[in-house]
């Protein structure tokens, strides 16, 4: 857990030392009020002793009373700003870390995982330093230094005070070694929640397509119990805790007091009232004491659950992305929208067999080349290795000449305008996701409005878009709800259009989209990117017939190579995928 605080700013860690100071004058502020009650104590018992005489020792323990309260006050305000600006500074390192990471290091994680993480264990380690700062600093000054004044007063009332001390930690010790285990698991157990929350509410047309509303009540159910039961085990330990430390505290008291009554009674005449002085004094020093190591024994119990939280965070902010930089931040001069792949096998991270296997081809400028094969043959596998979502195993990818590894990530996606399989709209407006992220081109206003209109227009968007309230700046809610599938396509599509590529990618892009819109659209991509680079994965051979080239894929291998005339003729795999969609008279015509 300490390694997470290597993270504080240092204009925290002053902030830190301030408190310190500050803490170490409410602590001796607060140990100086027995000594006032101590010498009122002997004033009431003293002949000739006036009341402004304990006025001005009383006028003293107010302004004690008073000046560590408003110590209390700026160390809890400093503590707050500490502990919000440490969060804050944790959230920041989690986002950017989880930003650079690979598929391979989200898919690792888990996305329920990470966003608990970003959350809930911040907020544990939140809470543990606004706490820390005010107790874990002040309880030890306070119990060192209470210790040493009263260590002189009597034996009797100090082995009286370190039995109570003793029996706190015996039982502290007690409900941690049962607590510590649940403890632990609390985290992992909100992880399972958050998991089945997400899978229900991402799915929950399918859900309700199915009826599986029960099968889905159930298994919340059931993380739900599981993470109410071992919450009310901590609890229940936990309930034990306040009452014990009462009955100690309480139990100290009196037998001060019982000690200090035998004490006062065989002692003489001269000393009682010097005993009965020391036995007030005495019952304020062991009871700062004992609230000492219980304010600690609060640290104690947040502790268990504060260090997992860290851990976990340590575990994200610790690990290193596969995917790293390279150098080049510009392609060879003249050599724009050219692709390469040499030799390239592909293994999922932790799989034992490929998904791809000694493909090898190249894509010349302008060449629009498609990708067919059937479900699992690596299609998508192939394409995302251009914008290095991973890696290959072996073999290398190159884009206008250098290997795809070789560039800065920025400089590679710069040239990339990408439409995945799963069109994502993100909350915002039209515009915003039209003309969404840096493609490293600098634009006014006007011009970026236009680029935007006529992005929409070549994506077939224009007639739905301007008939929504607000046209370009109507809202898009989160995910894009509000829009249809193959609406939210479109405008995922626009969104790479606006960017002006040298390189585009879409990955069964199509397939959301009406006979009628595709062809249009295809057709109006055709003319608007002429002498662009496109790569298009389909499962209909109508969408991709057209191309300059069509890759065929069976089992992660290349099955054939050419248009799609040539393809008909001489690749058995290819055939079998037309003649299963079109007939012999579509196909011939």
């Not at 804050?88 to 990470?114: D, P, Y």
């Not at 015996?170 to 899978?199: G, H």
């Not at 399989?421 to 970026?448: C, H, I, K, M, P």
């Amino acid at each position: 857990m300490i390694r997470i605080f290597r993270h504080l700013k240092s204009k925290e860690w002053s902030l830190i030392l301030i408190s310190v100071v500050l803490i170490t004058a409410q602590v001796w502020l607060d140990l100086k009020l027995p000594d006032y009650m101590n010498e009122i104590t002997k004033l009431l018992q003293t002949k000739g002793s006036t009341m402004s005489d304990i006025w001005r020792s009383g006028g003293k323990m107010l302004l004690c009373a008073l000046g560590s309260g408003v110590a209390s006050v700026m160390v809890g305000y400093i503590a707050a700003r500490v502990a919000a600006g440490f969060s804050h500074t944790l959230r920041a390192k989690l986002f950017s870390r989880v930003e650079a990471f690979s598929m391979e290091e989200i898919n690792g994680f888990s996305t329920a995982s990470l966003i608990t993480r970003s959350t809930n264990d911040i907020t544990q380690i939140q809470m543990m330093v606004a706490m820390g700062m005010q107790i874990a600093i002040k309880s030890p000054i306070m119990a060192v230094w209470a210790v040493f004044k009263i260590s002189s007063k009597s034996w009797e009332w100090t082995a009286l005070t370190g039995g109570c001390v003793l029996l706190l930690i015996i039982m502290l010790s007690s409900v941690m070694a049962y607590a510590l285990p649940k403890f632990k698991k609390i985290q992992w157990l909100t992880d399972n929640l958050n998991r089945v929350t997400r899978e229900n509410l991402t799915g929950i047309r399918v859900v309700r397509a199915y009826n599986a509303e029960k099968y889905q009540e159930e298994k919340f159910e059931a993380a739900n119990e599981a993470l109410t039961s071992n919450n009310l085990a901590v609890q229940s330990a936990m309930a034990i805790f306040n009452p014990g430390v009462r009955f100690i505290m309480s139990s100290l008291t009196l037998g001060i007091y019982w000690i200090g009554a035998f004490l006062i009674n065989a002692a003489a005449p001269a000393d009682k009232v010097a005993l009965f002085s020391n036995m007030v004094v005495f019952s304020g020093y062991a009871m700062q004491v004992l609230i000492s190591f219980m304010m600690l024994t609060m640290i104690f119990i947040m502790a268990p659950r504060v260090s997992v939280s860290a851990k976990r965070i340590n575990e994200v902010l610790e690990t290193k992305p596969k995917i790293l930089d390279g150098s080049v931040t510009e392609s060879q001069e003249g050599v724009a929208g050219e692709i390469e792949f040499r030799n390239v096998s592909f293994k999922y991270p932790d799989a034992e067999d490929y998904v791809l296997h000694d493909v090898s081809f190249k894509v010349s400028k302008g060449e629009t080349v498609a990708f067919i094969g059937s479900t699992g043959s690596g299609k998508s596998t192939l394409i995302n290795l251009v914008p290095r979502f991973y890696d290959v195993t072996e073999g290398q990818v190159l884009v206008d000449g250098i290997d795809v590894r070789d560039y800065t990530q920025e400089a590679l996606h710069n040239k990339l305008g990408y439409v995945p399989q799963r069109a994502v709209l993100f909350s915002g407006t039209v515009s915003s996701n039209v003309a969404y992220g840096d493609n490293g081109r600098a634009e006014t206003d006007e011009e970026r409005a236009e680029s935007i209109r006529k992005a929409v227009y070549v994506a077939q968007g224009t007639e739905f878009v301007e008939k929504m309230e607000g046209t370009y700046d109507a809202p898009i809610s989160q995910g894009g709800t509000n829009v249809s599938g193959g609406q939210k396509q479109r405008l995922s599509i626009a969104r790479a259009i606006y960017r002006r590529p040298e390189i585009y990618i879409f990955d069964d892009t199509f397939s959301a989209l009406d006979y009628r819109t595709d062809r249009m659209l295809r057709a109006m991509l055709k003319k608007e990117t002429a002498g662009v680079t496109s790569l298009i994965v389909a499962q209909r051979i109508g969408t991709i017939r057209d191309a300059d080239r069509i890759v065929v894929l069976d089992e992660g291998k290349v099955a054939g190579i050419g248009t799609h005339d040539e393809l008909m003729k001489n690749c058995d795999v290819y055939r079998e995928i037309a003649y299963s969609q079109l007939s012999k008279e579509e196909l011939g015509a």
